[in-house]
């Protein structure tokens, strides 16, 4: 099991040379051994098969559709998750509040949206509460592949990526500031002014200043790809983008690692499948 982990997300403004706030957010993304989203995506979780480009991938169905939670009946233990630990120190994060923001907040699965007009907030702290690493059980999903699995799944996932691993955070705080470095007073009343929220979300405010958001997002993603070959087992992973490419890594025991690293177009199809093989 991987246990605990820990999220360094960098503290406020992070703001070293060039890199931007934004560029800071995602690179310590990357640390965590994901991808990180970088565009809004309704339907995600693990399980979820993928189609598109890095900066732009589409879900194709929902995350039970091929892997479901039960199967006749019975659960399928195929999604487990693992805390991760957030440093005081390093868990809050500084923005300024523009229309980057608001994109920046959209990504992975849809967030909050902010409303830009009609107050004086020029800044904005988020701080990350609860986070998760959501995993694909390699064993039970052996199992089920061998079982349970449908057809066209399995031709589905031989051909198409899905999400192997799915970072979540489940809790989320936001304070606005204005030009002097005061904080908003915050109210259900005048709430509107700073956010606007779907049916489905989640939150309160807390100590007349912070809005607590609630409703677990998705903002990274680690994914995996099946083979006839490998019977279920899962060998063939993703969580790094080199030139717009996914470079993919081939985790079958005694492989040279040179040989293990396979640069393929995104979902690479059946016609490709031999030549993979061959060449490991």
């Known amino acids: 099991m991987r246990g605990l982990l820990l999220i360094t997300f960098l503290s ?29 995506v309704s339907a995600l979780a693990t399980g979820t098969p ?18 479901p939670d039960e199967f006749n009946g019975k659960p399928t ?36 949206q902010f409303n830009l007009t009609g107050n004086k ?12 690493i959501e995993m694909i059980d390699t064993i039970s999903l052996r199992e089920f592949y061998a079982k349970g699995m449908s057809e066209s799944c399995k031709e589905t996932l031989m051909t198409y ?7 979540r955070v489940n809790s989320m705080s936001f304070t606005f500031f204005d030009a002097f470095g005061g904080k908003f007073s915050l109210t259900s009343a005048n709430i509107g002014d700073f956010a606007l929220f779907g049916g489905d979300f989640h939150w309160y405010i807390e100590q007349g200043s ?13 994914l995996a790809q099946l083979r006839v070959e490998d019977e ?19 985790g079958i025991p005694d492989q040279n690692e040179e040989n293990r690293r396979l640069r393929m177009p995104f979902g690479y199809g059946l016609g490709l499948r031999k030549q993979i093989t061959t060449t490991n």
């Open 210 to 222: 912070k809005l607590v958001v609630m409703t677990p997002k998705y903002i990274g993603y680690k």
């Open 232 to 250: 279920g087992a899962v060998n063939l992973t993703c969580s790094e983008i080199k030139k717009g490419e996914y470079v993919w890594l081939n």
């Open 50 to 67: 993928l189609t598109g480009k890095p900066g732009n991938v589409i879900a194709m169905a929902p995350p039970t559709r091929c892997f």
């Open 12 to 40: 406020v403004l992070a703001l070293s040379g060039c890199k931007t706030p934004q560029k800071a957010y995602f690179q310590e993304i990357y640390k965590l051994g994901v991808i990180p989203f970088s565009n809004p």
């Open 161 to 167: 990526p899905f999400i192997m691993e799915a970072l």
């Open 77 to 112: 233990e195929m999604r487990w998750a693992s805390d991760i630990i957030i440093p005081p120190t390093y868990k809050k994060m500084m923005f300024t509040f523009d229309a980057k923001f608001n994109s920046l907040m959209a990504v992975g699965t849809p967030g909050v």
């Open 121 to 132: 907030v020029q800044t904005v702290e988020v701080e990350i509460r609860d986070a998760q």
